[in-house]
Protein backbone atom coordinates (compact mmCIF):
# COMPACT_ATOMS: atom_id res chain seq x y z
CA UNK A 1 0.00 0.00 0.00
CA UNK A 2 1.44 3.38 -1.27
CA UNK A 3 1.85 5.67 2.21
CA UNK A 4 2.98 8.62 -0.74
CA UNK A 5 0.58 9.36 -3.44
CA UNK A 6 0.95 11.34 -6.21
CA UNK A 7 -2.47 10.35 -8.71
CA UNK A 8 -1.51 12.55 -11.53
CA UNK A 9 1.27 10.74 -14.11
CA UNK A 10 1.36 13.67 -16.32
CA UNK A 11 0.48 17.35 -16.07
CA UNK A 12 1.20 20.27 -19.24
CA UNK A 13 1.05 23.99 -17.96
CA UNK A 14 1.61 27.13 -20.78
CA UNK A 15 4.76 28.92 -19.75
CA UNK A 16 4.35 31.76 -17.25
CA UNK A 17 1.16 29.78 -16.03
CA UNK A 18 0.73 28.52 -12.14
CA UNK A 19 1.86 24.75 -12.47
CA UNK A 20 0.20 23.10 -9.46
CA UNK A 21 1.34 19.67 -8.39
CA UNK A 22 -0.29 17.56 -5.95
CA UNK A 23 0.86 14.61 -3.10
CA UNK A 24 -1.36 12.55 -0.75
CA UNK A 25 -0.15 10.67 2.31
CA UNK A 26 -1.84 8.09 4.61
CA UNK A 27 0.74 7.69 7.33
CA UNK A 28 0.23 10.65 10.03
CA UNK A 29 3.73 9.44 11.37
CA UNK A 30 5.44 11.56 8.09
CA UNK A 31 6.48 15.32 10.33
CA UNK A 32 9.04 16.32 7.03
CA UNK A 33 8.10 16.48 3.58
CA UNK A 34 9.87 16.99 0.49
CA UNK A 35 9.80 17.71 -3.36
CA UNK A 36 12.83 16.55 -5.82
CA UNK A 37 12.86 17.41 -9.24
CA UNK A 38 14.69 15.09 -11.80
CA UNK A 39 15.64 15.88 -14.94
CA UNK A 40 15.94 12.45 -17.73
CA UNK A 41 19.70 11.08 -17.44
CA UNK A 42 20.35 12.38 -13.88
CA UNK A 43 19.33 12.05 -10.47
CA UNK A 44 16.72 13.16 -8.51
CA UNK A 45 17.74 17.07 -6.71
CA UNK A 46 16.10 18.60 -3.69
CA UNK A 47 13.90 21.73 -4.53
CA UNK A 48 11.94 22.66 -1.26
CA UNK A 49 10.79 21.27 1.99
CA UNK A 50 8.83 21.70 4.63
CA UNK A 51 8.07 20.56 8.47
CA UNK A 52 4.40 19.39 9.84
CA UNK A 53 4.75 22.45 12.25
CA UNK A 54 4.40 24.86 9.06
CA UNK A 55 1.53 25.25 6.36
CA UNK A 56 3.44 27.11 3.42
CA UNK A 57 7.11 27.45 3.17
CA UNK A 58 8.27 29.51 -0.03
CA UNK A 59 11.48 29.70 -2.46
CA UNK A 60 11.89 32.05 -5.09
CA UNK A 61 9.36 30.74 -7.91
CA UNK A 62 8.41 27.45 -6.05
CA UNK A 63 5.93 27.32 -2.94
CA UNK A 64 4.66 24.22 -0.81
CA UNK A 65 1.62 23.91 0.74
CA UNK A 66 0.54 21.40 3.67
CA UNK A 67 -2.74 20.35 4.69
CA UNK A 68 -2.54 18.20 7.41
CA UNK A 69 -6.28 17.56 7.76
CA UNK A 70 -6.33 16.23 4.47
CA UNK A 71 -3.27 14.63 4.56
CA UNK A 72 -2.39 16.93 1.56
CA UNK A 73 0.63 18.44 -0.10
CA UNK A 74 1.11 20.52 -2.99
CA UNK A 75 3.64 22.41 -5.11
CA UNK A 76 3.33 25.71 -6.66
CA UNK A 77 5.27 26.64 -9.49
CA UNK A 78 4.64 30.50 -10.42
CA UNK A 79 5.42 31.52 -13.26
CA UNK A 80 6.15 28.04 -15.14
CA UNK A 81 9.20 27.85 -17.09
CA UNK A 82 10.16 25.69 -19.60
CA UNK A 83 13.23 24.34 -17.87
CA UNK A 84 10.47 23.42 -15.11
CA UNK A 85 9.80 20.42 -17.07
CA UNK A 86 11.25 17.27 -15.33
CA UNK A 87 9.46 14.33 -13.17
CA UNK A 88 8.80 15.80 -9.86
CA UNK A 89 8.19 13.13 -6.89
CA UNK A 90 6.93 14.15 -3.35
CA UNK A 91 8.29 12.56 -0.61
CA UNK A 92 7.72 12.36 3.56
CA UNK A 93 9.73 11.61 6.51
CA UNK A 94 9.25 10.19 9.63
CA UNK A 95 11.53 9.57 12.61
CA UNK A 96 11.63 5.77 13.98
CA UNK A 97 13.77 5.53 16.99
CA UNK A 98 16.80 7.67 15.58
CA UNK A 99 16.50 6.74 12.25
CA UNK A 100 15.05 8.74 9.87
CA UNK A 101 14.27 7.93 5.92
CA UNK A 102 12.06 8.91 2.63
CA UNK A 103 9.01 7.47 1.12
CA UNK A 104 8.90 8.70 -2.24
CA UNK A 105 5.58 9.17 -4.31
CA UNK A 106 5.28 7.37 -7.85
CA UNK A 107 5.96 11.03 -9.66
CA UNK A 108 4.49 13.47 -11.99
CA UNK A 109 5.82 14.62 -15.45
CA UNK A 110 5.98 17.88 -15.61
CA UNK A 111 5.78 19.70 -18.97
CA UNK A 112 5.37 23.24 -19.40
CA UNK A 113 4.78 24.07 -23.27
CA UNK A 114 6.55 27.47 -24.38
CA UNK B 1 33.73 15.64 -9.43
CA UNK B 2 29.74 14.39 -8.31
CA UNK B 3 28.99 13.76 -4.91
CA UNK B 4 27.66 10.45 -5.42
CA UNK B 5 29.22 8.57 -8.37
CA UNK B 6 27.67 5.26 -10.23
CA UNK B 7 29.37 3.01 -12.22
CA UNK B 8 28.11 1.61 -14.57
CA UNK B 9 25.59 4.23 -15.95
CA UNK B 10 24.42 1.96 -18.31
CA UNK B 11 24.91 -2.01 -18.70
CA UNK B 12 23.17 -4.63 -20.35
CA UNK B 13 23.10 -8.62 -18.94
CA UNK B 14 22.04 -11.54 -19.71
CA UNK B 15 19.04 -13.59 -17.67
CA UNK B 16 21.37 -15.42 -15.02
CA UNK B 17 24.77 -13.52 -14.73
CA UNK B 18 25.88 -11.84 -11.84
CA UNK B 19 26.21 -8.50 -11.16
CA UNK B 20 27.66 -5.24 -9.39
CA UNK B 21 26.38 -1.50 -9.45
CA UNK B 22 28.99 0.96 -7.36
CA UNK B 23 28.28 3.77 -5.36
CA UNK B 24 30.84 5.70 -3.88
CA UNK B 25 30.33 9.63 -2.40
CA UNK B 26 32.68 12.28 -1.43
CA UNK B 27 29.58 14.29 1.19
CA UNK B 28 31.06 12.36 4.20
CA UNK B 29 27.18 10.98 5.03
CA UNK B 30 27.31 7.90 6.96
CA UNK B 31 23.90 6.89 5.49
CA UNK B 32 23.44 5.54 1.95
CA UNK B 33 20.44 3.87 0.48
CA UNK B 34 19.94 1.62 -3.14
CA UNK B 35 16.71 2.61 -4.24
CA UNK B 36 15.06 1.26 -8.14
CA UNK B 37 13.06 3.23 -10.18
CA UNK B 38 9.87 2.01 -12.10
CA UNK B 39 7.38 3.92 -14.58
CA UNK B 40 4.68 4.77 -12.49
CA UNK B 41 6.53 3.14 -9.23
CA UNK B 42 8.34 6.28 -8.34
CA UNK B 43 11.40 5.23 -6.42
CA UNK B 44 11.14 2.18 -3.81
CA UNK B 45 13.66 1.63 -1.76
CA UNK B 46 16.00 -1.40 -2.21
CA UNK B 47 18.58 -1.62 1.00
CA UNK B 48 19.91 1.39 2.94
CA UNK B 49 22.89 1.48 5.70
CA UNK B 50 23.75 3.72 8.77
CA UNK B 51 27.09 2.96 9.12
CA UNK B 52 29.71 0.35 7.90
CA UNK B 53 28.39 -2.12 10.28
CA UNK B 54 24.89 -1.68 9.65
CA UNK B 55 22.57 -2.50 6.48
CA UNK B 56 18.99 -3.03 6.72
CA UNK B 57 16.49 -4.60 4.22
CA UNK B 58 14.14 -2.03 2.10
CA UNK B 59 10.80 -2.97 0.79
CA UNK B 60 11.88 -4.64 -2.47
CA UNK B 61 14.97 -6.46 -1.14
CA UNK B 62 14.26 -9.81 -3.01
CA UNK B 63 16.76 -10.92 -5.57
CA UNK B 64 19.45 -8.10 -4.31
CA UNK B 65 22.72 -8.21 -2.13
CA UNK B 66 24.27 -5.05 -0.60
CA UNK B 67 28.11 -4.65 0.97
CA UNK B 68 29.16 -1.62 2.44
CA UNK B 69 32.71 -1.71 2.32
CA UNK B 70 33.46 1.97 3.76
CA UNK B 71 31.87 4.56 3.92
CA UNK B 72 32.08 6.03 1.05
CA UNK B 73 30.86 2.45 -0.36
CA UNK B 74 27.75 0.89 -1.08
CA UNK B 75 27.63 -2.06 -3.88
CA UNK B 76 24.85 -3.27 -4.94
CA UNK B 77 24.77 -7.03 -6.24
CA UNK B 78 21.83 -8.90 -8.67
CA UNK B 79 23.06 -12.45 -7.46
CA UNK B 80 21.29 -13.74 -10.74
CA UNK B 81 19.35 -11.10 -12.61
CA UNK B 82 15.70 -11.63 -14.27
CA UNK B 83 14.34 -9.17 -16.63
CA UNK B 84 12.06 -7.80 -14.44
CA UNK B 85 15.15 -6.06 -12.23
CA UNK B 86 15.34 -4.01 -15.66
CA UNK B 87 15.28 -0.68 -14.27
CA UNK B 88 17.18 2.30 -13.54
CA UNK B 89 18.71 2.22 -10.40
CA UNK B 90 19.69 5.42 -7.74
CA UNK B 91 22.65 5.59 -4.87
CA UNK B 92 21.87 8.33 -2.09
CA UNK B 93 23.01 9.72 0.50
CA UNK B 94 22.52 11.59 3.50
CA UNK B 95 23.27 12.58 6.77
CA UNK B 96 20.59 11.64 9.76
CA UNK B 97 18.42 11.09 7.09
CA UNK B 98 17.13 14.16 5.60
CA UNK B 99 17.86 15.85 2.41
CA UNK B 100 18.92 12.66 0.22
CA UNK B 101 21.80 13.65 -2.61
CA UNK B 102 21.59 11.01 -5.30
CA UNK B 103 23.66 9.79 -7.61
CA UNK B 104 23.26 9.94 -11.29
CA UNK B 105 21.46 6.67 -11.75
CA UNK B 106 22.59 3.40 -13.45
CA UNK B 107 19.93 2.13 -16.56
CA UNK B 108 20.32 -1.60 -16.41
CA UNK B 109 18.79 -4.29 -18.82
CA UNK B 110 18.07 -7.64 -17.87
CA UNK B 111 18.10 -9.41 -21.70
Known amino acids: DQQVKQNSPSLSVQEGRISILNCDYTNSMFDYFLWYKKYPAEGPTFLISISSIKDKNEDGRFTVFLNKSAKHLSLHIVPSQPGDSAVYFCAASARSGSARQLTFGSGTQLTVLP | DADVTQTPRNRITKTGKRIMLECSQTKGHDRMYWYRQDPGLGLRLIYYSFDVKDINKGEISDGYSVSRQAQAKFSLSLESAIPNQTALYFC??????????FGSGTRLTVV
Open chain 2, 92 to 101: ATSEAGWGYT
